[in-house]
């Protein structure tokens, strides 16, 4: 791959010492770079290919890092890590010890702030802007938001805030796409569509230019006068009427409008909404034909683009999307909610049987909540499919707008545990701690797939709050039973019993994901396993029994420690007035980073051989 002109690039700075008709270029060098990058490591794809001429634009015409940028969700940020210092270091993206897929503040003084989940960046910008004013720095302020990331609240409550000041250097991009993960929806993307397609607009537009032709050096003046008399020509936008100047739609992929439109916002006073228009996947015809298929990828041949690999084994998503559409079929009360990941959530099928019965809210994990709520007040049987770290951002919805009113609402928890590659922003550590602190839930951890299947449909028959938290990926070959039958709520099970003499007896607590290393570790130290298969309640009879008649007490969880579910065994057996020698096995009290999720389970002590060592450490045993 030839990279004549981005081998010269170690930063911004000489990326300014091209001249502006080098820069076409090297955008086809980056795409290029950015294509090769990730079909050796996955990552992000589609969206990346749609930032390149952008974040060109952005890196020649502004002072960076002086001028900050905030890139909203952070997974079209490879074209800007390159460019900033960071090439070299793409081989190693999201690997262990190897930089990240999101902007990292500790990772590079251009990534002026941490982003990963959506909708942070007007917020984030305007705080910088703000502060920069009362120190009496002269800089800009940029924020980068997807249209999908518009659809959250979030996104407006900068806006309405930031509108109110009149000299602020202040600029808001919309990267229209027309996507985020999965297809767009709600009323501002058809605001957006109809901003596009005007036809009064283009067509004066053409008319203009058509008039002015005669003479080059008019028709130069009326392009950079454009942005500006557009205003006369189309009616004021929503945006404006939150305080800012409105400029676009421009093509982001033409550097010839891109680089003149952003030198005169540069000289503009006052908030800026610059609109530009990209596509995902853009210069790769496989990923511009499906962007949901190349959002994400794994590592592929070029070449070939993406084969589906069919797995023997399900993934939990698989066997939540399949429960879903049978309990659809059952009762009619059942629908489904997702916040924009239908993919993702594994409700595409559900979405083409029961079109009438699905709800994608957009970005929006606060009102995905109390929409639920208000459809479980009539009769329904909402299920939310939601990601466990984004169930984080309808925290308080969760308690004062379902738990309060114990509204039976069900939670599907995917990317429970740790993600992987996406490292701590996505893993979904505090589910089991924020969870079962609050009154009418019932939480539940499944340890296969058949047991997903049951759990699905024990909480669906709940009169209250529920939720069902799974791991990411395939599960351990399970097959699932197509009969539904519901578990007896707040009740683990034995999965192993122990034949080892009084005083040398270890009963190991585990939880979910955790059960079968459990099992694989007890075989070595002849230890009890005790499938606990619920959370909250906690199965007070099987802890006091095991707690009796076992010597020495160990809690498993892929969750964190501290307040989760290895605590509320604890909190049993403090009640019960026994004491006994204990262990507790979790994620550990801090962010953990990206990298292959055996590896870091292995790292954490999590496998079967990280869990027997651990036993037999704590406990002197004998390992004979």
Not at 131 to 155: E, L, Q, Y
Not at 465 to 479: C, D, E, L
């Amino acid at each position: 791959m030839m990279c004549e002109l981005l081998n010269t690039i170690d930063g911004p700075a000489d990326l300014r010492k091209l001249d502006r008709h080098q820069l076409s270029f090297l955008a086809d060098e980056l795409r290029a770079f950015v294509l090769k990058s990730v079909s050796c490591t996955g990552g992000h794809l589609s969206s990346n290919l749609g930032t390149v001429e952008l974040t060109i634009a952005l890196h020649y015409i502004f002072n960076t890092p002086e001028d900050r940028i905030v890139w909203d969700v952070g997974h079209q940020s490879y074209p800007h890590k390159i460019l900033t210092g960071r090439r070299e270091a793409m081989n190693s993206l999201r690997q262990m010890g190897g930089i990240s897929g999101f902007p990292r503040r500790s990772e590079s003084p251009y990534d002026t702030f941490g982003t990963a989940h959506s909708s942070t960046s007007i917020s984030a910008a305007l705080g910088m802007a703000l502060a920069a004013k009362i120190k009496g720095d002269n800089r800009f302020s940029i924020a980068v938001i997807g249209d999908g990331a518009m659809t959250a609240g979030m996104a407006f409550e900068g806006m309405n805030n930031a509108g109110i000041y009149e000299d602020l250097p202040f600029l808001v991009i919309l990267n229209d796409n027309d996507m985020s993960i999965s297809p767009p929806v709600g009323a501002l993307n058809r605001y957006l569509a109809r901003l596009i397609s005007g036809k009064f607009y283009a067509t004066a537009k053409k008319r203009i230019e058509k008039m002015l032709s005669v003479s080059p050096p008019i028709l130069e003046l009326a392009r950079k006068l454009e942005e500006h008399a557009k205003g006369m020509l189309v009616p004021a936008t929503m945006f404006e009427e939150f305080g800012f100047n409105y400029i676009g739609p421009i093509d982001g992929h033409d550097l010839d409008s891109l680089l003149p439109t952003l030198q005169n916002i540069k000289a503009l006073k006052g908030p800026q909404f610059l609109h530009v228009v990209t596509r995902k996947g853009y210069g790769y015809k496989l990923a511009e034909a499906d962007p949901v298929l190349y959002h994400g990828p794994g590592k592929f041949n070029l070449a070939e683009g993406i084969k589906l690999s069919k797995n023997a084994k399900k993934t939990y998503t698989q066997v939540f999307g399949d429960w879903l559409c049978d309990m659809a079929e059952q009762d009619v009360r059942v629908v489904g909610i997702t916040p924009a990941m239908r993919e993702g959530s594994g409700m595409v099928a559900f979405e083409q049987r029961f079109p009438m019965r699905y709800y994608d809210v957009g970005i929006a994990e606060q009102h995905a909540v109390t929409f639920a709520g208000g459809m479980a007040t009539e009769g329904l049987r909402p299920v939310v499919a939601i990601y466990s770290t984004f169930l984080q951002r309808g925290y308080d919805q969760l308690i004062h707008d379902i738990a309060l009113q114990n509204l039976p609402v069900m939670f599907a928890l995917d990317r429970s545990g740790l993600v992987g590659a996406d490292g701590a922003s996505h893993a979904g550590a505090y589910d089991l701690a924020y969870l079962r602190c609050i009154p009418n839930m019932v939480v539940m951890a499944p340890s296969d797939e058949n047991e997903c299947r049951q759990m699905l449909y024990t909480g669906i028959q709940i009169d209250g709050p529920s939720a069902v938290r799974y791991p990411r990926g395939t599960g351990i070959g399970v097959k699932t039973e197509k009969e539904m039958t519901a578990l007896p709520i707040g009740r683990g099970i034995v999965r192993r019993e122990s034949l080892a003499k009084a005083g040398h007896r270890v009963a190991i607590f585990a939880f979910g994901s955790m059960v079968a290393p459990s099992l694989e570790a007890a075989e070595w130290l002849d230890a009890t396993v005790a499938d606990m298969r619920f959370v909250k309640p906690i199965d007070d009879e099987l802890v006091t029994r095991l707690v009796h008649s076992h010597d020495f007490l160990v809690t498993v969880e892929e969750g964190c420690i501290m307040g989760g579910a290895g605590s509320a065994v604890l909190e049993n057996i403090f009640i019960s007035k026994v004491s006994r020698p204990t262990l507790q096995l979790g994620l550990p009290d801090k962010f953990l980073d990206h990298g292959d999720h055996a590896q870091l389970i292995a790292a954490l002590g999590l496998d079967a051989s990280g869990i027997a060592k651990a036993i037999y450490t704590r406990f002197n045993l004998n390992h004979s």
